[in-house]
T-cell receptor, first 110, second 112 residues
Framework: KNEVEQSPQNLTAQEGEFITINCSYS?????LHWLQQHPGGGIVSLFM???GKKKHGRLIATINIQEKHSSLHITASHPRDSAVYIC????????????FGKGTHLIIQP | DAGVIQSPRHEVTEMGQEVTLRCKPI?????LFWYRQTMMRGLELLIY????????DSGMPEDRFSAKMPNASFSTLKIQPSEPRDSAVYFC??????????FGPGTRLTVL
């Protein structure tokens, strides 16, 4: 059974701090997704990774396939980054449904 | 494109009633997923379709749940009879192959 473990569960930081959220996943997962869920409930897909590193604005996602570990970084954090960040894994080479981590509740204080 | 469209956005019903949730995926997408989110269990996959065919329904909790996709632009998730423990937010998502999923706004279901 695919498993995804995320840490920390909750994170509060000051505006401007560098944020790191970690995700470990089980054998069988071949692609990692990072999702953002806003306080209003909507879910947005941030990144999909099967190797290396991706960057979009202040967000950076990395994956280490050997260690089965991925990280999401936020540089120069801002209160509008406050959201729940969810790591999710997909198995195989196709589009099987996602297996989700429990999410990290991030609060950035001004 | 309007994105993934779900209806209704909110549904309040009484235990024992039939509930039907609807989803219109993004045009051209060949995968459609139904997910459920609760405080206790987080997000879980219920079922997904590829080219309108159900591929994996192992996440469907029990026989009270059923899903259909009669054509490429419409899917339903039905609960009959509904129970209070079915209260959750139900998300529909679609994707083109394995290129990443686009989520709908969700349907918040409350069963009294």
């Amino acid at each position: 059974k695919n498993e995804v473990e995320q840490s920390p569960q909750n994170l509060t930081a000051q505006e401007g701090e560098f944020i790191t959220i970690n995700c470990s996943y089980s054998v069988g997962i071949s692609a990692l997704h990072w999702l953002q869920q806003h306080p209003g409930g909507g879910i947005v897909s941030l990144f999909m990774l099967s190797s290396g590193k991706k960057k979009h604005g202040r967000l950076i996602a990395t994956i280490n396939i050997q260690e089965k570990h991925s990280s999401l970084h936020i540089t120069a954090s801002h209160p509008r980054d406050s959201a729940v960040y969810i790591c999710a894994g997909r198995s195989g080479g196709g589009a099987d449904g996602l297996t989700f981590g429990k999410g990290t509740h991030l609060i950035i204080q001004p | 494109d309007a994105g993934v469209i779900q209806s209704p956005r909110h549904e309040v019903t009484e235990m024992g009633q039939e509930v039907t949730l609807r989803c219109k995926p993004i045009s051209g997408h060949d995968y459609l997923f139904w997910y459920r989110q609760t405080m206790m269990r987080g997000l879980e996959l219920l079922i997904y379709f590829n080219n309108n065919v159900p591929i994996d329904d192992s996440g469907m909790p029990e026989d009270r749940f059923s899903a259909k996709m009669p054509n490429a632009s419409f899917s339903t998730l039905k609960i009959q009879p509904s129970e209070p423990r079915d209260s959750a937010v139900y998300f529909c998502a679609s994707s083109l192959g394995a290129l990443g999923e686009y989520f709908g706004p969700g349907t918040r279901l409350t069963v009294l």
